[in-house]
Every structure is written in structure tokens, then in C-alpha cells.
T-cell receptor, first 115, second 114 residues
Framework: EAGVVQSPRYKIIEKKQPVAFWCNPI?????LYWYLQNLGQGPELLIR????????DSQLPKDRFSAERLKGVDSTLKIQPAELGDSAVYLC?????????????FGEGSRLTVL | AQSVSQHNHHVILSEAASLELGCNYS??????LFWYVQYPGQHLQLLLK??????LVKGIKGFEAEFIKSKFSFNLRKPSVQWSDTAEYFC????????????FGDGTTLTVKP
């Protein structure tokens, strides 16, 4: 079974530039999550999708962050414009709605460095 | 809102030593509890989980954790660590009413010296 795939693995940009991250969840997983992980901290939820619908985006900074999950499969997380404080690892995870206890399957993450 | 506290930020052990990593959560209702592990250069993966039933749960690679409801704790243990256990360990919790939102602790980095 293929795991959660994320790209790019690494991205270096200058502040004020845009950046986008892509995620392909495990086949059949209805629920997709984007987490932010700062250095030395645990993952923090940014947004959760059930199929195409964003059911929890309360922690997403909507002034500069946006996300979409067209057709309920792949998802893209965008930052525009990026700030120095956005340097972090962006994790995508998925889970099966048939497992209501919320066990997560993570991708390898996209490490963003903003200069 | 729930929160998770991991007391040890960095633990250094010699091979064959016993391990216990602390995890406390704050939430008064039904919880689902997890330990995730991230080996160097790899993605986060599930180590073990507790949903209900026997409070002592066993995971992969000889790890176990005990849910003590009265102490709001879910400590991770292993009787004898190996060099290959060097990794970062994260405790996580979600609630029965919102299983889609897992809250993570800040992680414990375990270094096992050969």
C-alpha cells in the first residue's frame, strides 16, 4: 500500500514569495489533514478535510494561507506571501473515516525555509 | 480544549537500559491516546494506540504504554532499548467527540548510545 506522498520535500524561498505544497493521501482515505510542525514542537493542525469539505480550518491563518482539496483526493496548501516565521515543516496526513478513532498516517513532510 | 504535556525533551540512554517517557493530557472526557515515532529521516508513524479496554497496550518493537485515567497519563515504556530506538517520540490525544482533531505533545528525543 502506497503511503501519503508529499512534494516538494524541501523548499527555500525569499520572504514575500508564494509557495505551494502538494499532498496525495493513501487511497481510500476520506480524511486529509495539514499539520504545521515548528522546530522542537509537535505537529499542530492547520486544516482538516472530509472528502472535499474543509470541516476544521479554525487554526489556518486565512490572511496568507489557503488550501484546497478538489475532487476529494489530492490537496494543495498555499502560502502567499510567505514570512520568515513560516519556516517549518508542513505535514500532510490522512485517515479512513471508517476508523473514527483518528489514527493518522503521515507523509514525509515539506520543509520550508524562508530567507 | 485538550492539551498534551511530555515532560522529557531529550533522553539519553545506553543500550539495554529501560525506558519510560512521560505523557500527561488535559481533558475530562473520553479520549483516544497515541504514541507516534519518527526515526531519523523518516515520516511519523504509529507506535501504539489506546481506544478502550485493557489500559496496558502493546505496540511494535517491544514498546508498551499504560493508560492511567486517574492520573491523565499515558506513559511509554520499553524494558530494554536498542540503538535502533533512537528517534523522536510524540504523544497525541483526541477526544471521543472530535476524533478528527489530534493534539500532540512537543515530543521527546531519545538517543540510545551503543
Amino acid at each position: 500500500e502506497a503511503g501519503v506522498v508529499q512534494s516538494p520535500r524541501y523548499k527555500i524561498i525569499e520572504k514575500k514569495q508564494p509557495v505551494a505544497f502538494w499532498c496525495n493521501p493513501i487511497s481510500g482515505h476520506n480524511t486529509l489533514y495539514w499539520y504545521l510542525q515548528n522546530l522542537g514542537q509537535g505537529p499542530e493542525l492547520l486544516i482538516r478535510y472530509e472528502n472535499e469539505e474543509a470541516v476544521d480550518d479554525s487554526q489556518l491563518p486565512k490572511d496568507r494561507f489557503s488550501a484546497e482539496r478538489l475532487k476529494g483526493v489530492d490537496s494543495t496548501l498555499k502560502i502567499q506571501p510567505a514570512e520568515l516565521g513560516d519556516s517549518a515543516v508542513y505535514l500532510c496526513a490522512s485517515s479512513h473515516s471508517g476508523r473514527p478513532n483518528g489514527e493518522l498516517f503521515f507523509g514525509e513532510g515539506s520543509r520550508l525555509t524562508v530567507l | 480544549a485538550q492539551s498534551v504535556s511530555q515532560h522529557n525533551h531529550h533522553v539519553i540512554l545506553s543500550e539495554a537500559a529501560s525506558l519510560e517517557l512521560g505523557c500527561n493530557y488535559s481533558y475530562g472526557g473520553t479520549v483516544n491516546l497515541f504514541w507516534y515515532v519518527q526515526y531519523p529521516g523518516q515520516h511519523l508513524q504509529l507506535l501504539l494506540k489506546y481506544f478502550s479496554g485493557d489500559p496496558l497496550v502493546k505496540g511494535i518493537k517491544g514498546f508498551e504504554a499504560e493508560f492511567i485515567k486517574s492520573k491523565f497519563s499515558f506513559n511509554l515504556r520499553k524494558p530494554s532499548v536498542q540503538w535502533s530506538d533512537t528517534a523522536e517520540y510524540f504523544c497525541a490525544v483526541n477526544t471521543g467527540t472530535n476524533a478528527g482533531k489530534s493534539t500532540f505533545g512537543d515530543g521527546t528525543t531519545l538517543t540510545v548510545k551503543p
